[in-house]
């Protein structure tokens, strides 16, 4: 028999397994209520039946995310500029320094650029392939959830790493990440545009996503000239924002803060000796985990 602490025990695995199925931890945290609330609505021998409470709990956290994904999609399409997956603190997940299933919980599967691959995919391949290939859940049991053949479910693992293998990934290490990117905000903070282009990739790309509720750019800027003059002109016209180095789980990143409250994140893609990606969220909705005192 699961006893509660167990079963509440659970909270952080079913919340990073359904912030990579959905993209925000708000729609994360909503799934993982209702996955609680259907396992106490169960009576007592029914629960007493279950031999792994983590295995129940995965399944049906999985069922209900691939429920939710139809309407976030739709929500999405309806999204004011560009859509962004939530940027997450690096001990969102717990500590990753004396943890080890919050390190497993940062690996490269919550990486915003394979989170963006995610929201390409169908609902059934992206729950398919973060249960199998992540998780680690058999085919057998995958195929419960999205109510599908387990050959058909190895189809749709499969037409999922086919997705993540068409999208350039660009694998660089952790030290070498934040090199280049503490080397990008010296160049912002010099103002010198040509040092800051330098630093850019010749096809970077600048995306902003403010969700109608702060100004941003609707549309990504694309290019090492017009990406660094946007960046320095952004700086220029908000003097009172200071720049701070913050870990995310993409590495190395920025929070930007003014009267001591996060207003936006800025995390970076690298590859080689520049940036290739510049990814700003600045939507107050998407900030909640950098700001916990004003949530709480």
Known sequence: MAVDAEVIGERQHLLALAYRMLGTVAEAEDAVQE???????????????????????????????????????????????????????????????????????????????????????????????????????????????????????????????ARVRREPTYRVSRQQHDRVVRAFAAANRGGDLRALAAVLAPDVVLRSDGGGRVTAARNPVYGPDRVARFLLGALAGRPEVEVVERETADGLGFALVTDATVIGVVTLAVAGEAVTEVRMVLNPDKLSRWNPAKDA
């Open 35 to 161: 996955t609680y609330s259907r396992w106490y609505r169960m009576d007592q021998p029914a629960r007493d039946e279950i031999r792994s409470a983590r295995g129940w709990l995965t399944r049906v956290a999985g069922r209900i995310c691939l429920d939710l994904l139809g309407s976030a999609r739709a929500r999405r399409e309806r999204y004011v500029g560009q859509w962004l997956p939530e940027p997450v603190p690096a001990t969102e997940f717990g500590d990753p320094a004396t943890d080890p299933a919050a390190r497993t919980a940062l690996d490269d599967s919550v990486s915003t650029a394979l989170l963006l691959v995610l929201e390409a995919m169908t609902p059934a391949e992206r729950v398919t392939f973060v249960l199998h290939d992540v998780y680690a859940v058999p085919f057998a049991e995958i195929a419960e959830i999205v109510g599908r053949s387990s050959a058909a479910c190895r189809q749709l693992a499969s037409s999922a790493r």
